[in-house]
């Protein structure tokens, strides 16, 4: 299990510290576990499965190989689920952001839209 918690840290580009936060343990916890010394409880492996979106199965054994390291979900469960961890942010810009696009006209929001396909590279 120590290498496929690194490749999910890795695939989801956070350092042992951004992990370990995400997880509410100790950045040296996540090293351990990384290294194999220790295997996280239940409780850690329920946690990881529901904040990074993965495969509990292949998280445990492996199964399906890496292609199946994260939890398939339909595009409305995926819109639901990041809606609500957005809901229960403090962070006043992601409010205020969220507010403007739900409260915007559909001709402001293709503005919007190409806005953010250019900063974010996406075509």
């Excluded at 492996?45 to 979106?53: K, L, M, S, V």
């Excluded at 445990?60 to 469960?77: A, L, V």
């Amino acid at each position: 299990m120590n290498e496929r918690l690194k490749k999910i840290r890795k695939a989801l580009d956070l350092t042992q510290k951004q992990f370990a936060d995400v997880l509410h343990v100790k950045q040296n916890t996540v090293a351990t576990y990384e290294m194999g010394r220790i295997v996280p409880s239940d409780s850690v492996i329920a946690g990881i499965c529901r904040e990074f979106g993965v495969n509990e199965i292949w998280l445990r054994t492996g199964e399906g190989g890496d292609e199946n390291m994260f939890s398939k979900i339909s595009d409305d469960d995926r819109y639901s689920l990041n809606l609500g961890k957005l809901s229960k942010t403090e962070n006043e810009l992601v409010k205020n952001m969220i507010n403007t696009i739900a409260e915007t006209s559909p001709e402001g929001l293709k503005y919007i839209e190409e806005f953010m396909k250019g900063c974010l590279g996406i075509k």
